[in-house]
């Protein structure tokens, strides 16, 4: 699996999940981003997820952990606070 699709496997996964989730990082402007934070937003329930996604998953294909890590952080979002 090649780094420049990163954001379409992260964006597969969350096509899974009922919940209209959108990923603000990586961003489009950068999908081979090396920080292994990912952040995802749903503006219909005010919500964000975090997950930690080691860059070396992506290297190696290991599609399972990222989809469980991804998976684990959509079932424990928070509540988005406005400022």
Do not use: I, S, V
């Given at each position: 699996m090649k780094l420049a699709?990163?954001?379409?496997m992260i964006q597969a996964i969350i096509d899974e999940?009922?919940?209209p989730w959108i990923i603000m990082k990586p961003s489009r402007k950068n999908p081979s981003d090396p920080d292994p934070i990912c952040i995802f937003e749903n503006p219909a329930a005010q919500t964000r997820a975090t997950a930690e996604i080691p860059l070396v998953w992506f290297e190696?294909?290991?599609?399972q952990k990222i989809k469980e890590a991804i998976q684990q952080s959509l079932r424990e979002p928070e509540l988005i606070l406005e400022e």
């Open positions: 699709n990163k954001r379409e999940d009922p919940e190696n294909g290991d599609l």
